[in-house]
C-alpha cells in the first residue's frame, strides 16, 4: 500500500506531501517531477496565480543519491505568491486591523458550508485549503507513481474530449500522436478543429464573466492482467479510480470504459467478445475500459472525468452576506476562467497513483528489484494461461 498526507494553504508559505511505501532503490529523476508540476500550471484560460508561480519540488527526506530509500518521502512546493500575503497570511502574528474578510460565499465553491462546518467568520480560512492548489502536491506524489510504472512500461496518459458543448470528433489513433498532439494543444485536446472552437469557447465565458468545464479522458497503456480485486468492495480497482478522481476539486463524474453509454445499449453491444490467437488472449473491442470485476483486464484502462465549470464568476451569483444575512453578490476572488487542461494534468497523475498502488499491492517486495523478480515470475506464470 502507498499513501500519502498533503498540506499547505493556497496564499501560505508552501505546499507539502509526504509519501509512504514506495520501494527502495527506484531511481527518481527531479526533473520528471518537476515536468509534470510544469505541465499542470498550463492550458488556456488559467488566471494571473500562474504567471506568478513556477512550481518545482524541493524534496527534503527518503531520496538519497537520485534512488528512493524505502523510507517516507517528503516533498515541497514553495508558494511564490506569499510574499504578496505575508500579513494576510500570517501564522502567529496579530490579526491586521485593515484585514478585509469575505462574508459573501460563491456558490459552487467550499465557502458556505466550510464557513458552517468550521465555525470560520472569515471565508478565506475555508478557500486557503479547499482550493485546488494543493493539486500541485497530489501531481508530485503521481509524478513518483509515473516513474515507478515507467519501470514496467506501464504509460499514463489524458487528453480533453469536451469543453462545454464543443466535442472533439477526430482522434489520432496511435497513442504517441495522441499524446504529442494533446501537449502540444493550448486545451490539451488532439482534435486541433475542436481545440480553435473550445478556446473560443473560453473567450466567450470570459468574455461574459461566465467560466466552463468539460471532459478528459485518461488512458492506462501496459497494465497486466490482476490489478485490483472483485473479492471486496474496497479492493476494486475501478472504485479505487472513480473514488481518486472524484476527490479533484470540481470534478462531478467519472465514468469507465463505455460508462453512461452502456446503460443505453444491449448488452450484446456492449460487452467485449473472448479470443485466443494460440499465444494469449485477445479483446476485439474495448467496452469495459480494460475493467472487468474491478479488475485489470488486459486492456487499455480508459477512463473518461467530467469537470463542472469554475466556481468564481466575476460576473457573480446571487449569495448572502453570512454576517447581515441580506442577499448581495458572491465575492469575487482571482481565477481561472477554465483549468480544465491543468485538471486533465491532475487526473493523469491521480491516475498513476492508483494504478502505482495496485500494482506494489500486486507484486509486494521492499525493493524494485523483489518488485522486477516477482513481476517476472508473475508474467510467465500468467503467460501459461
Ligand atoms: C486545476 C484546478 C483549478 C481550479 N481553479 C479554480 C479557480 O481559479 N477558481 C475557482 O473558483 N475554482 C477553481 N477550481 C475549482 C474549485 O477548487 C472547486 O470547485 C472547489 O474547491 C469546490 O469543490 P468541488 O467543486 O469539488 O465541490 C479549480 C479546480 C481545479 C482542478
Ligand atoms: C493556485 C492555483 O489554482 C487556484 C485554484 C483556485 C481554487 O479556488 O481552487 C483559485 C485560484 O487561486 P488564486 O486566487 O490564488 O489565483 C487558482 O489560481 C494552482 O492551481 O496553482
Not at 518545482?56 to 506569499?82: C, Q
Not at 496579530?94 to 456558490?107: F, G, Q, S, T
Not at 444491449?266 to 460487452?271: E, L, Q, T
Request: aromatic share 6%; hydrophobic share 40%; with cysteine.
Amino acid at each position: 500500500m502507498i499513501r500519502y498526507l498533503s498540506a499547505g494553504e493556497s496564499h501560505g508559505p508552501g505546499l507539502t506531501v509526504v509519501i509512504d511505501g514506495f520501494p527502495s532503490n527506484l531511481p527518481v529523476s527531479k526533473e520528471a517531477i518537476d515536468e509534470q508540476l510544469r505541465r499542470r500550471q498550463q492550458g488556456y484560460g488559467r488566471g494571473f496565480r500562474q504567471k506568478i508561480e513556477t512550481d518545482t519540488v524541493e524534496v527534503t527526506s527518503g531520496i538519497r543519491f537520485g534512488k528512493t530509500l524505502g523510507t517516507p518521502i517528503t516533498m515541497n512546493v514553495a508558494n511564490r505568491d506569499f510574499k504578496n500575503w505575508t500579513e494576510r497570511m500570517s501564522v502567529f502574528d496579530e490579526k491586521p486591523a485593515d484585514l478585509k474578510e469575505i462574508y459573501r460565499p460563491r456558490p459552487g465553491h467550499a465557502d458556505l458550508a466550510g464557513a458552517i462546518k468550521y465555525d470560520h467568520e472569515d471565508i478565506r480560512n475555508v478557500l486557503e485549503r479547499a482550493s485546488a492548489r494543493n493539486t500541485a502536491t497530489v501531481v508530485a506524489a503521481g509524478a513518483l507513481a509515473k516513474q515507478l510504472l515507467a519501470q514496467f512500461d506501464i504509460q499514463v496518459t489524458a487528453h480533453v474530449v469536451e469543453l462545454c458543448d464543443i466535442k472533439a470528433e477526430t482522434m489520432p489513433e496511435q497513442l504517441s500522436d495522441l499524446i504529442a498532439a494533446a501537449d502540444a494543444s493550448e486545451v490539451r485536446c488532439a482534435d486541433s478543429e475542436a481545440s480553435v472552437k473550445m478556446i473560443a469557447k473560453i473567450d466567450e465565458a470570459k468574455a461574459n464573466g461566465d467560466t466552463v468545464g468539460g471532459v478528459f479522458e485518461v488512458i492506462v497503456r501496459g497494465c497486466p492482467i490482476g490489478l485490483g480485486s472483485y473479492a471486496m468492495p474496497d479492493r476494486k480497482l475501478d472504485g479505487r479510480l472513480a473514488g481518486a478522481l472524484m476527490s479533484i476539486q470540481a470534478i462531478k463524474g467519472v465514468e469507465i470504459g463505455l460508462g453512461f453509454e452502456a446503460a443505453r445499449r444491449f448488452g450484446s453491444n456492449v460487452h467485449d467478445a473472448i479470443a485466443h490467437d494460440g499465444s494469449r488472449y485477445l479483446r476485439p473491442t474495448n467496452g469495459a475500459g480494460g475493467l472487468e470485476g474491478g479488475v485489470t483486464n488486459g486492456q487499455d484502462v480508459v477512463v473518461r472525468v467530467a469537470m463542472k465549470p469554475i466556481s468564481t464568476l466575476y460576473k457573480p451569483l446571487p449569495s448572502v452576506n453570512m454576517q447581515t444575512k441580506e442577499t448581495e453578490l458572491a465575492a469575487i476572488e482571482r481565477s481561472d476562467y477554465c483549468a480544465l487542461p491543468a485538471a486533465s494534468v491532475v487526473g493523469e497523475n491521480v491516475v498513476a497513483w492508483v494504478i502505482a498502488d495496485a500494482l506494489i499491492e500486486k507484486l509486494g517486495g521492499d525493493s524494485l528489484e523483489q518488485m522486477r523478480d516477482n513481476y517476472e515470475q508473475y508474467t510467465t506464470r500468467i503467460s501459461r494461461r
